[in-house]
C-alpha cells in the first residue's frame, strides 16, 4: 500500500501538516491499522511530526503504536485495528460533512480481508442510499489474509461488481502504479452523487522476491533476512 499512500498525501489530499487540525482538511481513515508503519512513514516524510520518531515505532512507551492510533499522533484521525469498522467510521464523517455543507473529502484505505464481514458491507449499502460522492473507498486488494488466500478463507469475486452493485462507481487499478494510482484518485468523484471505490490490486511483500505473495509474511517480522529484503527495496528505489 506504500504508493497508494505515497500519491495521497503527494497528490490528492488537501491537508497542512503544520496545521493538522485544519476544519477545512480532508479526512483520511487507515482502516487497516496494522499498516501503520506506512502510514506514519508518509506522515512524517511530510511533516506531521519528527523523523526521529520513526525510530521509536511498536516500542513500549512510544506514541506509535503496531496498529494506528490517533493519541498525540499528528495528522492521524482515529485509532483503528478492529478490522471491519474503518468504512463506517468514514462514511459518518462524509455524512456529516454533506450535512453540515462543507466541501472536504473523506477517504478510507480498506484491506481486502475485512471485506469478508458484515460491518463493511453496511456502509457499502448506506453511502450510496445518501448520495455521499465525497467518500472514497480504497481497497488493498492483494489477495492474501491472515490464514490464507482471501479466495480459500472468502472468495469476494466477483468483487468489482459486487461495489457497483450496491451503487459504487468504481474503478479497477494496479495498485503500484503511480501513474494509475494518480489518475485515478484525482479523478473523483467517478459520479455524482455515488461514492467512488478504487480496487487496487497489489502484491503482498511488493518488491522483496522472497516475501512476494508468501502468507509467511502475514505475521512474520524479518530477522535475519532484513539486511537482504532492504537491499532488494534500495535497487527497486
Known amino acids: 500500500m ?13 491537508v497542512k501538516p503544520a496545521e493538522p487540525d485544519w476544519s477545512e482538511r480532508d479526512r483520511f481513515i487507515l482502516s487497516k491499522g496494522h499498516g501503520c508503519a506506512s502510514l506514519y512513514a508518509v506522515l512524517a516524510e511530510s511533516g506531521f511530526f519528527p523523523l526521529d520518531w520513526l525510530e521509536t515505532f511498536y516500542q513500549n512507551g512510544s506514541y506509535l503504536a503496531g496498529h494506528i492510533t490517533h493519541r498525540h ?11 471491519g469498522h474503518g468504512l463506517s467510521i468514514a462514511t ?6 454533506k450535512r453540515d455543507r462543507k ?11 475485512e ?30 489474509q491472515s490464514l490464507g488466500t482471501v479466495k480459500e478463507v ?5 468483487f468489482a461488481e459486487k461495489w457497483r452493485a450496491f451503487g459504487w462507481a468504481t474503478r479497477e487499478i494496479d495498485g503500484h502504479n503511480i501513474g494509475e494510482i494518480e489518475e485515478a484518485l484525482t479523478a473523483i468523484p467517478f459520479e455524482e452523487g455515488r461514492p467512488s471505490c478504487v480496487i487496487a490490486h497489489t502484491v503482498k511483500g511488493k518488491g522483496v522476491s522472497f516475501m512476494e ?10 530477522q535475519e533476512e532484513f539486511e537482504a529484503a532492504l537491499a532488494e527495496l534500495e535497487a527497486h528505489a
Open 2 to 14: 506504500c504508493e497508494l499512500l505515497a500519491v495521497l498525501y503527494g497528490k490528492v489530499l488537501q
Open 73 to 83: 499522533v499528528p495528522g492521524v484521525e482515529v485509532s483503528t485495528g478492529s478490522l
Open 92 to 97: 459518518g464523517m462524509a455524512l456529516a460533512a
Open 103 to 113: 466541501t472536504h473529502r473523506v477517504f478510507v484505505l480498506l484491506s481486502d480481508g
Open 115 to 144: 471485506c469478508d464481514e458484515g460491518s463493511t458491507w453496511e456502509p457499502i449499502l448506506f453511502a450510496p442510499h445518501h448520495r455521499l460522492d465525497n467518500l472514497i473507498a480504497i481497497v488493498d486488494y492483494n489477495k492474501i
Open 154 to 158: 472468502m472468495d469476494l469475486e466477483p
Open 213 to 222: 505473495n508468501e502468507l509467511l509474511w502475514h505475521y512474520r517480522s524479518p
